[in-house]
């Protein structure tokens, strides 16, 4: 949250390890990074508006979501 973003996206409820991975919609990786704790916070203030997709990877599995940046 908040969907629709405009500087930043936060994730709650992540597994405590893992990685995150947004992806713009041409398909190119636009940043990665490694998950410790249970939440985060990406800041989307250096990407173009458009929409994202932000992969959620664990031990237990990965979940995809549809961001959109205004």
Same mark, same amino acid.
Request: glycine share 10%.
């Given at each position: 949250y908040p969907n629709p973003a405009t500087d930043y996206v936060r994730i709650s409820g $992540? *597994?405590?390890t893992g990685? $995150?991975?947004l992806?713009? +919609?041409a398909g190119c990786l636009v940043l990665q990074k490694k998950v410790t704790s249970s939440g985060e916070t990406l @800041? $989307? +203030?250096d990407h173009s508006q458009g929409i994202y997709f932000l992969s959620v990877? @664990? *031990?237990q599995g990965r979940t995809i979501l549809k961001i959109i940046r205004n």
């Amino acid at each position: 949250y908040p969907n629709p973003a405009t500087d930043y996206v936060r994730i709650s409820g $992540l *597994p405590g390890t893992g990685t $995150l991975r947004l992806i713009n +919609a041409a398909g190119c990786l636009v940043l990665q990074k490694k998950v410790t704790s249970s939440g985060e916070t990406l @800041s $989307l +203030a250096d990407h173009s508006q458009g929409i994202y997709f932000l992969s959620v990877e @664990s *031990p237990q599995g990965r979940t995809i979501l549809k961001i959109i940046r205004n």
